[in-house]
């Protein structure tokens, strides 16, 4: 029947059948198969950037990490053999705190827990930056609550000696 009706066509609307139905499948390859396809791949491939970036920003972060604690090694020799507890003490009292401070008392073996009262906020956040970077002492614990005055704070702080 198909047959039939094919060869009852002129040669010319059989070509131009012919052309259409490769052209329809053209576009039917193309639409179901190729563009997905291209499109999942440039997906794939943003993707691959981000994760780039992000395994830069990681390595970065990890050689920062590997100098601060090499700096925190070389400052622990700076330490004179001062125990974490007397460091603390110490340091603490130079810095400006103590008229603040309120108790020091070990809680581990590389563990030490101190308490301020009015405390100055900036002299505080700047006594724990310079341990990190001078001794190689890092918070792992704080606790602040305001206190009476502008910039002013109770305090809890809990120095651990960094691995």
Known sequence: MIGAWWHGLAAQERRVLVVGGIVAALLLGWALLWHPLAQRRAELERELDRQREELAFVQAGAQEIARRRA????????????SLLALADATARS???????RRVEPAGARTVKLAFESARFDVLVAWIEALATSYGVEAVELSVDRADGV???NARVTLQDAP
């Open 71 to 82: 700096t925190g090694v070389q400052a622990g020799a700076q330490r004179a053999g001062k």
């Open 95 to 101: 810095g400006g705190l103590g008229d603040a401070l």
């Open 151 to 153: 910039g002013f704070v």
